[in-house]
Antibody
């Protein structure tokens, strides 16, 4: 079964850091680009960041650029999101999502995890 | 911040046809594919339509997508109670070099 399982969320104070992980199974992880998408409580979806199969192409939403870093370890079938200088507006459910191609480009998010909640509050 | 605009809500009775619009610009919908996602209450989003009008395996043919210029639409025919959900359009944006989502539309089955 194709599966994505996020972890690492929690309550963190403004200005602090947090690292999210996404464990992939049931497919050849290093064949596909991966992304992070977040959803603030009661709000819509917001794309956060994406990475190609070989980490050669990476992109970020303007709202997180310079503060968040996406990475992957193909040997461990894992995707990560290092979040620094966290703000209250970063509070959201963070989903990892698989695309249907290897490249960081125009493609669908065909598999989603269940998400991990990040709450930024003092 | 959503770049694609959708109506906040849509509704219909069982069996009716409901259409959701998605408005963008030349840098996203106008030059790239449109995707649609369904998010049932309390669950993760699910891919409903890809490449403007293609359905993944398992998605009923009651769902159809179309695109014209810088706008797109999702149609749900033969509306059923289990279609009650939030629907989001999405596209790649050339200016942002990233993905953008629509504002989302909540579909209610009356």
């Amino acid at each position: 079964e194709v599966q994505l399982v996020e972890s690492g969320g929690g309550l963190v104070q403004p200005g602090r850091s947090l690292r999210l992980s996404c464990a992939a199974s049931g497919f050849t992880f290093d064949d596909y680009a991966m992304h992070w998408v977040r959803q603030a409580p009661g709000k819509g979806l917001e794309w956060v960041s994406g990475i190609s199969w070989n980490s050669g192409s990476i992109g970020y939403a303007d709202s997180v650029k310079g503060r968040f870093t996406i990475s992957r370890d193909n040997a461990k079938n894992s995707l990560y999101l290092q979040m620094n200088s966290l703000r209250a507006e970063d509070t959201a459910l963070y989903y990892c999502a698989k695309t249907g191609s290897s490249w960081y480009s125009d493609d669908a998010f065909d598999i989603w995890g269940q998400g991990t909640m990040v709450t930024v509050s003092s | 911040q959503s770049v694609l605009t959708q109506p906040p809500s849509a509704s219909g009775t069982p069996g009716q046809r409901v259409t959701i619009s998605c408005s963008g610009s030349s840098s996203n919908i106008g030059s790239n594919y449109v995707y649609w996602y369904q998010q049932l209450p309390g669950t993760a989003p699910k891919l409903l339509i890809y490449r403007n009008n293609q359905r993944p395996s398992g998605v009923p043919d009651r769902f159809s997508g179309s695109k014209s210029g810088t706008s797109a639409s999702l149609a749900i025919s033969g509306l059923r109670s289990e279609d009650e959900a939030d629907y989001y359009c999405a596209a790649w944006d050339d200016s942002l070099s990233g993905h953008v989502f629509g504002t989302g539309t909540k579909v209610t089955v009356l």
